[in-house]
Structures are given as C-alpha cells and as structure tokens.
C-alpha cells in the first residue's frame, strides 16, 4: 500500500498493553479502510521507554503479528522518538510527563494523541494548542469513557432532550490497591487517583451537559500508599459545580480511589447517577456485565466481574481471535482522523480536513479547557492541604482571574491561571 501512517509510541505500560497494544497487533494485518482516504497501511514503527526491558519482552512475545519497530531507551528517549521517521505519537507516559513529550511530538511536527488528562496546567494546554496551530496538526486526547456505550447512550437521551436539564450528578470509581501499589507504585509519589481517574469523569459531564464551570472544591484520605501527612493520595473527593444558559446551577461529585482490596470482585468499581429535570440516569460497570468465577484464579488474575465493553480478548465464531471495545475503539478512531487529513483529498484541502477535525470537541485538546482546569484545581487544592490548609476553593471566571484559589479565614488569593478558562 502507497498509503502509510508510521506510529511512535512513548510509554509501553498497561495503557499500551490493554488498548495501544491490541489495535497496532490488528492494524498490523488488516490495516484501515474509509472511502473517504482509500487505504493504508498503520505500523508501530517505534517506541520510547526508560529501560526498554517492556518494550524487548513484548517484541519477543508478539513476533510477527507486530511491524520490527525501533527501540528508544533512557530518560531521553521520548525526544530521540520524535525526531524518527513517525508521522503520529502516542504518549501513555505517568500524567505529570505528558507536557514534555507532548510538546517535543508538536514541536517535531509530528500529531499527537496523548493519554488523559492530556496536561495538568492550562497554561502547559495552550502552549500545546498554539504550537499545533502553528505546525498544522492535529492534537488529541484518550477519554476512551465517552466511547462506552451506555455514556453515549446518555447524551443521546440529552441531547434529544428526552432526559432534560441535569440537576446533579454523583460518579465513583474505585481501584484495587495492585494499581497504587505494584503497577504504578515507581509514580504515584506525589500524585492522587483523582487526576489520574476522575479526569474521565470530569471529561464525561463537561462533554455531555455543557455549560460553564464555576466552582471547584476537594478533600482526600491518605496513610495507605504515603504517610498520613505526605502529599500522595489514597482517594479524593472532588465536587464541581456547573451553571447553564437558563442561569440554573448543577453539582457534580466524584468520588475516587485506589487502594480497593485486591480481592475486591470487579478490576474496578464504576458508578454513575445523574438526576434530571425529568428522570433519573443509573449506570454500574459491575452489575451491567457477567460474573465468573474460576478456581485458583478468580478474583486475582481473573476478575470475578468481567468489563467486556472496554476490552476483550474474544475468539471469534469464525476462529479468529480478536480484542475489542471502547478503548481499542478510541484509538483506532484518532488514526482514522490522522489518515483523513493526510489522505482524505489533495493537499489543498487539508487545510479544511484538518479545521474540521479539530472541530470535533471530544478529543480535541482546544476542547479541553474546562476539564484541564477542574484537574488543575484539584492539584492544588490538594497541595494546600497536605501544606495544613484543607478547605480551600477554587472559583473560576471570577473577578480576581480566570482560576483562583482561596483560603478560608484569608484575604489573600492565588492565581492559578489569569485569562478567562
């Protein structure tokens, strides 16, 4: 195929393994087809990681059902990568690193996807925008939630207005402690599930209600994963409140964590409850699938409750083995976008192609700004109180800048971020 579309991928965690993974193993031999750009041929051709031991171990166990990519090792690695022969990366490295491969992929001239949230700061999020502006790019983020099927089926019911104006919202997500303890134990220092977790969430009600953000405030337990008085986070408690055209406000609380027992029956727990004008939405990852139950192996290697919606290595009824799901789905989505820019018509359309890619506001990092602000928030209201100043927070829009953050009893203020959010 003339067609081609080279992948470099920075991280080789198990993001990669659970979505990155699966999609490069089945582009490798079917490729994509759109009648809009014809079809081409996707490749892995690199990845970037600090030691390369992931990298080889998969190299050694995938064979031929993956393209010979090229291995990048060391604490430079993420740069060498995006100064290779790749036309897109996809950056799944621990959230407070997105920034800096993320810039150096743009800067390279090369589109980005990069793992949720796609940056901790709004300030990082328009130096990415502008530079992929700049460059003709297309910058994107993973919020793989807003591909399950019953999210969309929510906002389908909103947006016919059959579920009407959101009152209040309430959404729970709960991790074993292997998360925080085995598979990122070298990165959580520091770092709490709410950024790392919630951040799906936050995507989901911005995305599917609108409206402007207004306030944000946060607590948060910790003595598992850190001492009682560090700054790593057990689990948070997050609340944003939402005003609409019509002045109305709403509140959103999320409630996330990750030291869930092990034993715990479901890899995680996700809850949702949203309350309308007229209904009420109720959504469980649990009770919506199937259990399962195997000795000696259930529910530590295997989950007692199997999430089949987001991937699932399936055999076939016609003897091809295949995995799926919303978060290969997600992936394969953006590479579609990239190949409809580059192949989707002569070149003196891309610049049209590409305008109404970056349209599309559910992966879009210009889209983004009101999630990327609530995390932003989040950190710092949470670095206020491992510093012995709990309750502060955060207002946006307000008269003193775009994101600031008070402490109660105090007249002083920071400002977080000046311009309009």
Not at 102 to 108: D, E, G, N, S, W
Not at 146 to 157: A, G, I, N, Q, S
Not at 175 to 182: L, M
Not at 191 to 216: E, M, Q, W
Request: hydrophobic residues 35%; negative net charge; aromatic residues 10%.
């Amino acid at each position: 195929m003339s067609r081609q579309l080279r992948a470099g991928m920075v991280g080789m965690g198990m993001i990669f393994e659970e979505t990155y993974r699966p999609f490069f193993e089945q582009a490798r031999v079917k490729g994509l087809f759109d009648r809009r750009f014809g079809e081409v041929d996707v490749q892995l051709a690199a990845v970037a990681s600090r030691t390369g031991s992931r990298a080889e171990a998969y190299r050694k166990a995938a064979g031929d059902r993956i393209f010979p990519f090229e291995s990048f090792v060391g604490d430079n690695s993420g740069a060498d990568l995006v100064q290779s022969d790749v036309n897109f990366c996809c950056v799944a490295t621990p959230d407070d690193r997105h920034f800096e491969s993320a810039q150096a992929t743009l800067a390279a001239g090369k589109h980005l996807i990069v793992e949720k949230p796609s940056v901790l700061k709004l300030q990082e999020l328009d130096a990415l925008v502008e530079l992929a502006e700049q460059k003709g790019l297309l910058a994107k983020v993973v919020y793989h939630k807003l591909l399950d099927p019953d999210h969309k089926r929510m906002r389908t019911f909103y947006q016919d207005d059959v579920l009407q104006h959101v009152n209040s919202g309430y959404c729970s997500l709960l991790e074993p402690k292997q998360i925080s303890g085995a598979q990122f134990a070298q990165w959580i220092t520091g770092r709490n599930p709410g950024t790392y977790v919630a951040c799906h969430y936050i995507k989901l009600i911005d995305f599917s209600f609108g409206g402007k953000l207004k306030t944000v405030t946060a607590t948060g337990q910790r003595g598992i994963v850190g001492p009682q008085d560090g700054n790593t986070w057990d689990s948070t408690q997050l609340r944003m409140v939402y005003e609409y055209d019509d002045g109305r406000e709403a509140a959103f609380d999320i409630h996330t964590s990750w030291v869930t027992p092990d034993n715990f029956p479901g890899y995680v727990e996700q809850e949702v409850q949203f309350r309308f004008d007229n209904g009420l939405w109720n959504g469980h990852s649990r009770k919506r699938g199937v259990e399962c139950t195997v000795e000696d192996k259930t529910p530590f290697s295997i989950k007692n409750s199997l999430n089949n919606h987001y991937n699932a290595p399936c055999l076939e009824p016609w003897g091809e083995r295949a995995e799926r799901g919303y978060g290969v789905e997600v992936i394969e989505r953006f590479v579609r976008e990239v190949a409809y820019v580059e192949f989707g018509g002569d070149e003196s359309g891309r610049a049209d192609r590409l305008s109404e890619m970056r349209r599309l506001n559910y992966n879009d990092l210009s889209a983004d700004r009101q999630t990327v602000a609530t995390v932003q928030a989040l950190e710092a209201i949470l670095e206020r109180a491992a510093a012995g100043q709990p309750d502060c927070v955060v207002r946006v829009n307000g008269v003193d800048g775009g994101l600031v953050l008070y402490s109660p009893g105090s007249t002083e203020h920071e400002v977080l971020y000046a311009p309009e959010v």
